[in-house]
């Protein structure tokens, strides 16, 4: 079993056990390079407990990682032409999340932007570090915490002087 851990801190081989990712992957890798098929493992325990905290369900959030792969397999070349192929997988996983938001993610992603929505919930909701949610998204740690100050800052009630 591969024993690693990933630039965001989390160890690889924690969700190769996941009968999901196995048999998702198993297909997967007979059609897309192989480069495709590490960063859906890197990726993989991330995108899953994202979709799940935003729709609420374990069923929905793994539905919503696997086609949002999916959707950046189909993508793959384009993706990596990018500027940042993890910040373009992110656009794809959190269109997809967006179709399934449990009430209260709707009402924040009313408040905030996409991404600053999605900051938080990272941050705040799966505890990620600000390295590691910065990773998920495609952003550097300090991007990610200007976007995490933005949202925080919106958030809060306009001062009057």
Not at 116 to 138: F, H, I
Not at 147 to 154: I, P, T
Request: glycine share 6%.
């Amino acid at each position: 079993m591969l024993m690693r851990s990933n630039s965001s801190g989390m160890r690889a081989d924690s969700e190769f056990d996941d009968r999901y990712l196995a048999a998702w992957m198993d297909l997967t890798i007979q059609r897309f390079p192989v480069s495709y098929a590490v960063f859906c493992c890197d990726r993989w325990m991330v995108y899953r407990r994202f979709g799940t905290a935003v729709a609420g369900s374990i069923h929905s959030g793994t539905g919503i990682a696997r086609a949002a792969l999916r959707d950046l397999g189909e993508q793959w070349e384009r993706a990596l032409r990018s500027s940042s192929p993890a910040a373009h997988a992110w656009g794809l996983l959190s269109r997809r999340a967006s179709e399934r938001r449990t009430a209260s993610l709707r009402a924040l992603h009313h408040l905030l932007g996409s991404d600053e929505a999605d900051a938080l919930v990272l941050r705040y909701k799966l505890g990620l570090s600000p390295c590691q949610a910065g990773y998920a998204m495609g952003l550097s740690e300090a991007d990610f915490e200007l976007l995490r100050h933005r949202a925080l800052r919106d958030l809060l009630p306009a001062r009057v002087l």
